[in-house]
């Protein structure tokens, strides 16, 4: 079965940098043809669309994150980042990966079938 598993989160503080990692498993088919996307949720809040990227490396952000993160895919290591620069307090929240098959719908949560347990970030003023 499918496992997308998430690390690298942890507690900075504003200002630093942290790469986040999804590593991949069990796809009976190409990792390379799934659409990757972040998403994160703060305590009382809805989960939101982060970042996405399709199989041919086009990238998608959400505005609140646009010039400070970055994501990524290694397909040879069937691995997910997200490079997380200049963060700030809003940017805490429990940080989650999601696989869809092609084509991509970048930020629709409910497009994507396969997820991560998540990764906390917390980033302290």
């Known amino acids: 079965q499918v496992q997308l598993v998430e690390s690298g989160g942890g507690s900075v503080q504003a200002g630093a940098s942290l790469r986040l990692s999804c590593a991949a498993s069990g796809y009976t088919y190409d990792y390379r043809s799934n659409c990757m996307g972040w998403f994160r949720q703060a305590p009382g809040k809805e989960r939101e669309g982060v970042a996405a990227?399709?199989?041919?490396?086009?990238?998608y952000l959400a505005d609140s994150v646009k010039g400070r993160f970055t994501i990524s895919r290694d397909n040879s290591q069937n691995t997910l980042y997200l490079q997380m620069n200049h963060l700030k307090p809003e940017d805490t929240a429990m940080y989650y990966c999601?696989?869809?098959?092609?084509?991509?719908?970048?930020?629709?949560?409910?497009?994507?079938?396969?997820w991560g347990q998540g990764t906390q970030v917390t980033v302290e003023s």
């Open positions: 990227i399709s199989p041919g490396g086009s990238t």
């Open positions: 999601a696989a869809k098959r092609f084509p991509c719908v970048p930020m629709v949560q409910s497009e994507y079938g396969n």
